[in-house]
Structure formats: structure tokens, C-alpha cells
């Protein structure tokens, strides 16, 4: 994504980044409701999304803009909503609704302090687990976490071509660090950007079976009002759409819905590392602390000690053959994170070398600094 | 004149779908779906263009046995979505299925806001006083006094009248009828459907298994019965008192407005938009004025 001729160096905040990656990616409806911080994404999309003909709309709550962007994507149109802690809690009901019936959508949790009302001007990374395991029910997800500005354009297109490939929900988890950041970055122009829609039927409508399997495991996706009539339901679903209790039928989709997101396992997950080749030191980092973590290793490279960074972008599916080849790689791994280690707990259940792991928890609403985890590098 | 039963039969329900239905023998709610049917077939409605959407509950099983684009979402959000498919394709007709508990309890808040805002959405609210799938708990219309399996000492909260809430709440055409009248219902569904702008028809219907049973109400039939004797229409409800009222309700269209539609007026936002950004577009290729988001 480097700069080239003719392209120019924009000033843009993190949350003006998510709504650039979001058109850039196709979204054409938002709703969304008013939340501390996060509520300039719901503000320039108002602003935008009506200039390229899509819809944004303020809902009465976040529990109806989860439904509102559901139904939009359920008629074919690519759909995002926004929200922080609170907002988000009320989002998990629907989320389930749309991992259920494979609607692809995109969520954005810009992460405050918590729980409840919490630290809503403050940062946390307290939502990780529950951006995994918020919605009740075994279900399939797809986490992404950005920690800068640039990161918020890309991964939000991303997040938009992994929810359409792979008819699963993403949330891109942001925190009010990155949100409220302001950085100069080269945006590529559209025809660099690589768009994905997602596969609508090529059968007949009397031929159309919306839940069938394939060799994706992603059945085609036909639009509401498109000519291919058929049933949509948060219950248990045979390949028709209707109703099952069919203890076979109710195995075979269960077992699909997960095994879509694992088959993709190589295009989901995505980690970047930095100086790991030779490190004997490593933090593993996402979100804003990541950037911390950055400047960390290389004030630890000056001073001769082997330090990496391994940053994951995508957090669920946990990137496990990345986080462990750096375990068993590395003599010891720190694992800064702005909650009681919620990150952390994934990587242990991955320790299987036994490699000394470093926690380091920050949750007084400020960002962990560079120096905090410099010293955990030079003790370690 | 109506239909034979087997056009309807034959033209709208799925017959890919294994039936039985959920529903217990004698209940409204197939009344309801057979006034919907007949009102989408008399209003022509190309299949492909009618979406509906439900919540959950026994109303919420209605969209499974219907040959249209079906929406069986969660308990009280059916509004949400449709609010989403109607503004991503505003050209399908859009029409919600709910219950009682479905619309004004847990839905409650979407429902008077859906009202307020004005899509052009007609919503069917089949109110039978109870909770009938879960096992007849009380719900926002169970009347005061009356017996549920949450209220076995008699209720002790009042009632919603969910038409005169939804006429309060903003909505442009909002009317009233039972199970028993099921022509005049066929007739209202047709003028919610027809009407742009948010409309309401809710439907008195018989729970006679979890709320007739528990409160002496007598069976399907005497129930749907009851309804014959205690519904007013609009007009002479005006020209009675409040004693003559009592224990009665009002049945026929309780209000009817124009006012502007929210689905065109997105429209016009987009335009308006538009002609901005060009506006702004031009303005910078004409003075080279550089904004943020060059």
C-alpha cells in the first residue's frame, strides 16, 4: 500500500479511515446510534454514504441497527454498523442471528473502558472474549483488530471481503486510541483495491436450495426480491431454509457453519512481524499497543537485546501456528494488553513448549506506554 | 367475492414445506394469514416483491408456510429488518408479522419508533392477550384482572391498546379488527398495504388454549364469537357514552394521514447529497481548492 506518483498524503483519524475502507469496500448502508467512541464513524457516513446513493439511518438503539444492517445485507446491499462497549453488548443478539442465517455483515467496536457505562473517553481492550464468545450458542466469527490508521482503511475492506467470502459476521474490534488518532497515510485509489461480493446463484430459482452445501462450504447467497424466493430463520435450518429437528440435519449444518471458517483458516488469518526473524524476545501485541509494542522492540534492538514483534491482526480465529512458532521460537514472550489478559489466556492454551510467558495488564484507561514494555523486554 | 380456498391454497402456500403447522386447532392466526393472503392476491402483488417479516412466537411462524421472500428474525426485532430490506430495496412491499408481547413488549420501542419514522411498511399485529407459545404468561395486552400462568392471583398491571398507541406513536394509517370479521380484515390489510407510509392493522384474535382457558372465555368458537359481540365499529363508538363502552372495543380504520414518507424522503436526501458532492466536486476543479479528503 505504498505511495505512488500522483497519489497524495492525506490527514485522517482512525474512525475517518474505517468509513474510507468501508465505501472503498462497497458498503452502502449503515446504521448505527450515537456512542462514545465511535460516533464519527455514524457522523461522516451520514455525511457520504447518501453522495455515492447508499442509505445511513440512526436507529432507536444498537439492537435495531444490528437488525436494520442485517435486513439491508439480506436484500443484497453491503452493510456496517458502529458502536462501543455498551452498544455492543446490545448488538450480540443479532450477531447470532446473523451467523446463523450466514448474513454477511460488518461491526466496528470502537473499545472504551468497561464494564457497563465504564470509561467512555477511555481506552480498554476489555471486548476481545466477547467479540468472540458474546452471542450465546457454539457459533463461528471472524475478529480483526486494527492499530493504526492506515490498518483501519485496509482491514476494514478486508473485514468486508472476508464477511461476503465467507457469509460469517466480522467484527473489527478498534480501540479509542486508534479511533481518535490522526496520521498522515496514502490511500491506493480504488482500482488498487481488491473487492469482494459475495457468489449469488446461478441455478434457476426452482433449482435454488439457500443453505446447500458446496466445496466452500459457503452455500450462494440470493438476494431478497431478486426472483429466488425462500425462508430465512434463526432456528436450526435444513438446506431449504426451514426448520429442522432432524438430528442429522441439525449436525451436518452446525458442523458446516464452523467448518466454512475453518477451511478458510490461510486467508482469515493474518499477523505481521516484525524483526522476528532472529528475535529471542517476543511481544505479541494488537490494537493500539501494538505501536507501543513496535517502538519497544526497537529501543530494545539498540541496546543489543533480540526483540521482535509479532502484531495479530486477526484474533479469531487465534492465529495459533504464528503465536506458536514465535513460543518456540523465543526464551520469553510478553503480552502487553489493556485488560486482565484476555489475549494472553489464547496464548498459554498454545504454550505447549513451555515458553515463560510475560503478562503486563493495563486497565486505568490509559494506553501502555513503550518504556513499560521495554522493561519486561530487558528484565525478561 | 372471494377466491375459492384452493386458489389461495394452490397460488401462496409452500408446498415444499412439510406441514402440519405449530398452530393449535381453532386459532386465529390462520385466519389472519388466509385475510393476508386474499389481500396480497386482490392488490396483485408479484410474489417476488412481497417480504415478510416476523419476530417469534406463533404469529412468527406464519412467514414458513408463505410462498413469498420469509423473514423469521428474533423476538421483537421483525421491524429492524424489515426497516433495513425496505430501505436497501425500497420497490418491495414490505409487511411484519407480530404478536402482542412480540410488537409492544420486547419490540415495543422498535414498533413506536417504527411509527414515528414513517417507512412505508405495513405491520400485522395479531393480538391474542398471551404469550401462547411460551405457555401463556402475561403479556402488554393481557387485561387487568385476568388469570396467565405469570398471574395465577389475577394481573395487576393494565392493558396497552396497541392501535391507539401506534395512532400516538405516528403512524399514517392505523385500523382495527378481529378474527371474526375476517372480511373487513381482508379489506383493511389491503388499504394498510395500499397506504404509503407506516400502517398498522392489528387483528383481536383467540388464544383459547393458554388465555380463554385460564379466564373462562369459553372455546375457539365462543371466544371468536365474543368478538362479533363486543366489537363497535369507529363510527358509532363516536355517538356512544363511556358506560356503553364499557367492556367493548372499537373495530375500522382509527386514523388515516397523510404525511411525508420517510422511504421517498431518503430519495431526496441522496439527491440533494448528490448534487452537493458534484457541487463541491466542481468547485475544486474550478478554484483548486484542496479538501481533507483528497
Redesign the interface.
Known amino acids: 500500500m505504498g505511495a505512488s506518483e500522483g497519489q ?1 498524503k ?3 483519524q482512525g474512525n475517518e479511515a474505517i468509513v474510507h475502507g468501508a465505501l472503498a469496500a462497497g458498503c452502502r ?1 449503515f ?1 448505527g446510534y450515537p456512542i462514545t467512541p465511535a460516533s464519527e464513524i455514524s457522523e461522516i457516513l451520514s ?1 457520504k454514504l ?2 455515492v ?3 445511513f ?1 440512526q ?3 444498537e ?15 453491503k ?1 456496517m454498523t458502529a458502536t462501543s462497549g455498551p452498544g455492543f453488548s446490545l448488538i450480540q ?2 450477531l447470532g ?1 446473523a451467523c446463523i442465517t450466514e448474513v454477511p455483515c460488518v461491526i466496528v467496536n470502537v473499545m472504551r473502558g468497561g464494564p457497563s457505562t465504564g470509561l467512555p473517553t477511555n481506552v480498554a481492550q476489555g471486548d476481545v472474549l466477547m467479540a468472540r464468545w458474546g452471542t450465546h450458542g457454539d457459533h463461528p466469527i471472524i475478529v480483526l483488530s486494527v492499530s493504526s490508521v492506515i490498518e483501519c482503511f485496509s482491514v476494514t475492506i478486508k473485514a468486508f471481503n472476508l464477511s461476503e467470502q465467507f457469509r460469517v459476521p466480522v467484527i473489527i474490534l478498534s480501540d479509542e486510541v486508534v479511533a481518535h488518532t490522526r496520521e498522515a497515510v496514502v490511500l491506493p485509489s480504488q482500482n488498487e483495491i481488491q473487492v469482494f461480493d459475495r457468489i449469488t446463484p446461478s441455478v434457476p430459482p426452482e433449482w435454488y436450495k439457500p443453505y446447500a452445501d458446496n466445496n466452500r462450504g459457503v452455500p450462494d447467497m440470493a ?5 429466488y ?7 436450526v435450518h435444513d438446506e ?1 431454509g ?2 429442522t429437528q432432524q438430528p442429522k440435519e441439525i449436525e451436518q449444518f452446525l458442523n458446516r457453519l464452523h467448518n466454512k471458517v475453518t477451511k478458510g483458516f490461510s486467508e482469515i488469518v493474518m499477523t505481521k512481524s516484525v524483526e522476528m526473524e532472529d528475535a529471542e524476545i517476543c511481544v505479541i501485541a494488537y490494537g493500539s499497543v501494538a505501536r507501543s509494542a513496535h517502538r519497544a522492540i526497537k529501543d530494545a534492538r539498540q541496546q543489543g537485546i533480540k526483540a521482535g514483534l509479532l502484531q495479530l491482526v486477526t484474533l479469531f480465529p487465534f492465529p495459533r501456528k504464528a503465536v506458536d512458532s514465535a513460543l518456540r521460537q523465543c526464551k520469553a514472550v510478553i503480552i502487553p494488553e489493556m485488560n486482565m489478559g484476555q489475549i494472553s489466556r489464547e496464548i498459554h492454551r498454545v504454550n505447549q513448549a513451555g515458553t515463560r510467558i510475560i503478562k503486563h495488564n493495563r486497565i486505568d484507561g490509559h494506553l501502555i506506554t513503550p518504556d513499560e514494555i521495554l522493561k519486561h523486554i530487558i528484565n525478561a | 367475492m372471494l377466491e375459492s380456498a384452493e386458489i389461495i391454497r394452490q397460488e401462496y402456500l409452500r408446498h415444499d414445506k412439510k406441514f402440519p403447522h405449530v398452530w393449535c386447532p381453532g386459532c386465529g392466526n390462520g385466519i389472519v394469514m388466509n385475510a393476508l393472503l386474499r389481500a396480497i392476491h386482490h392488490l396483485e402483488l408479484p410474489k417476488d416483491n412481497v417480504v415478510l417479516a416476523s419476530g417469534i412466537g406463533c404469529s412468527g411462524r406464519l412467514p414458513t408456510y408463505v410462498d413469498f421472500n420469509t423473514i423469521h428474525t428474533t423476538h421483537g426485532r421483525a421491524l429492524t429488518f424489515a426497516t433495513g430490506v425496505k430501505l436497501a430495496k425500497p420497490q418491495l412491499s414490505v409487511i411484519a408479522v407480530m404478536g402482542d408481547g412480540d410488537a409492544t413488549a420486547i419490540g415495543g420501542n422498535h414498533f413506536i419508533h417504527a411509527a414515528r419514522r414513517n417507512l412505508n411498511i405495513t405491520a400485522i399485529i395479531i393480538n391474542n392477550n398471551t404469550y401462547g407459545m411460551t405457555g401463556g404468561q402475561y403479556s402488554p395486552t393481557t387485561p387487568y384482572g385476568s388469570k396467565s400462568t405469570t398471574s395465577v392471583y389475577g394481573h395487576v398491571e393494565h392493558a396497552f391498546n396497541i392501535a391507539e398507541l401506534a395512532v400516538v406513536a405516528g403512524a399514517s394509517f392505523v385500523a382495527r379488527g378481529t378474527v371474526y370479521h375476517a372480511n373487513h380484515l381482508n379489506t383493511m390489510i389491503q388499504q394498510a398495504i395500499v397506504k404509503k407510509g407506516f400502517s398498522v392493522v392489528e387483528v383481536i384474535s383467540n388464544c383459547h388454549v393458554q388465555h380463554g382457558r385460564r379466564n373462562k372465555l369459553g372455546n375457539a368458537v365462543q371466544m371468536i364469537n365474543s368478538f362479533k359481540e363486543n366489537a363497535v365499529p369507529v363510527a358509532r363508538a363516536g355517538r356512544m357514552t363511556a358506560a356503553e363502552l364499557q367492556g367493548k372495543f372499537t373495530i375500522g380504520v382509527l386514523c388515516d394521514v397523510e404525511k411525508p414518507v420517510s422511504t421517498e424522503e431518503y430519495d431526496r436526501l441522496r439527491q440533494a447529497a448528490q448534487t452537493e458532492a458534484n457541487r463541491i466536486t466542481e468547485e475544486k476543479a474550478k478554484n483548486g481548492v484542496k479538501r481533507y479528503e483528497e
Open positions: 497524495k492525506i490527514l485522517l448502508f446504521a455525511v447518501p453522495q446513493g447508499g442509505t439511518i436507529m432507536e438503539d439492537i435495531a441497527s444490528m437488525g436494520a444492517i442485517i435486513g439491508a445485507s439480506l436484500a443484497g446491499v452493510s443478539e443479532n442471528y438476494a431478497v426480491g431478486d426472483g424466493r425462500h425462508h430465512v430463520t434463526g432456528l431449504r426451514f426448520p
